[in-house]
């Protein structure tokens, strides 16, 4: 948290913005990219072996080929969960900074009177920094959730290519538990064991929800109500294709595409409602106006005394006690 205090003519003055993004943030963001980058990239996290049954029909569906041969493939997936909220973020917060620049008058000096920041700059790397945190987040639960279960994809005996004979599979409902039943290639081997949650699906989500929620929050439409739910139903409908794709091509079951949308939608939901408060801009600290001058506070007993109207008579003690208002009861209290 850094504390700000409001200088002459809006300006806000902090010490801690940049201790907190270099000590805090930084370190923060680089663990989680160094940590999804040990969950895609390296074996530090085994995946969970799971048994199968013989001739399992769930899981004996042809193999789809290689990722890049997709209808979604993973290039076209990333491109466009890193492109969409990028422009959708620069030009919302630009037409917001020409269209109503005083609402972004306030700066930030970091020190002394030599480092400002303008506000339209603050937004936009908070949100993209946010997002990109968000991310990197969304994959390490999805790969985690998939090193956890270990759960077969539908093209899974496809890939393991089990010696029946020797595993005696003289009945579809034997189970087979050896690690060395599949005689497949290993790395596809172990990619056909990462099916749930679909990554694809978690991350195509938590990019349209984050979009979807900064089109609703910040966008301001005149003179039609059509574009915003146009944008949103769009941008909801890519990621659910990206879903739908993956299950047609026997890469995914429907319970990890289901469980993909829900994690990547909690992520965001969660990010932009109690992270970045929904993108609102930030209250600028009035200084505190002084207390107000009361009457004196009569006597407990007459709080709950009714208001009556009542004639003004002179005594010698309303005379000293200075000018008086026509029509107030004085009781000489002090």
Not at 106 to 118: G, H, P, R, S
Not at 262 to 282: D, E, H, S
Request: charged letters at 15%; glycine letters at 6%.
């Amino acid at each position: 948290m850094d504390r700000r205090i409001v200088g002459r003519g809006g300006v806000k003055r902090s010490k801690y913005i940049v201790p907190c993004f270099l000590f805090v943030e930084l370190v923060i963001m680089a663990g989680t990219v160094l940590l999804a980058y040990y969950f895609e990239y390296t074996d530090t996290f085994p995946v969970h072996v799971q048994g199968f049954f013989c001739f399992d029909k769930a899981f004996s569906k042809p193999h789809p080929g290689p990722e890049d041969d997709s209808r979604a493939p993973p290039v076209l997936v990333y491109s466009l969960v890193t492109a969409i909220p990028t422009v959708t973020i620069l030009l919302g917060e630009l037409a917001s900074f020409f269209t109503k620049p005083e609402a972004m008058q306030e700066k930030t000096i970091v020190t002394a009177d030599c480092c400002y920041f303008n506000p339209l700059l603050r937004r936009i790397v908070r949100f993209l920094g946010v997002y990109s945190f968000g991310l990197f987040t969304t994959t390490i639960f999805a790969n985690a959730g998939q090193v956890v279960t270990g759960n077969q994809t539908p093209h899974f005996l496809s890939t393991c290519r089990p010696n029946y004979t020797a595993l005696g599979c003289h009945s579809p409902l034997q189970y087979i538990t050896e690690r060395r039943a599949c005689t497949g290639n290993p790395y596809l081997i172990t990619s056909a064991r990462k099916s749930f949650p679909s990554k694809d699906a978690a991350l195509s989500m938590y990019s349209a929800v984050y979009t979807v929620m900064y089109i609703t929050l910040v966008w301001r439409t005149k003179g039609t109500r059509l574009t915003k739910p146009i944008l949103c139903l769009t941008v909801l409908s890519l990621a659910v294709l990206v879903g739908i794709v993956r299950v047609a091509e026997y890469r995914n079951h429907w319970s990890d595409a289901l469980a993909g949308y829900l994690t990547g939608g909690a992520i965001a939901a969660f990010l932009v409602t109690c992270v970045i408060n929904n993108f609102q801009q930030t209250q600028s600290q009035l200084p505190p106006l002084p207390p107000p001058v009361h009457p004196p506070r009569p006597e407990p007993s007459l709080l709950n005394m009714p208001m009556v109207a009542m004639p003004c008579v002179e005594s010698p003690l309303e005379k000293l006690s200075g000018p008086q208002v026509p029509g107030v009861l004085y009781t000489g209290i002090t």
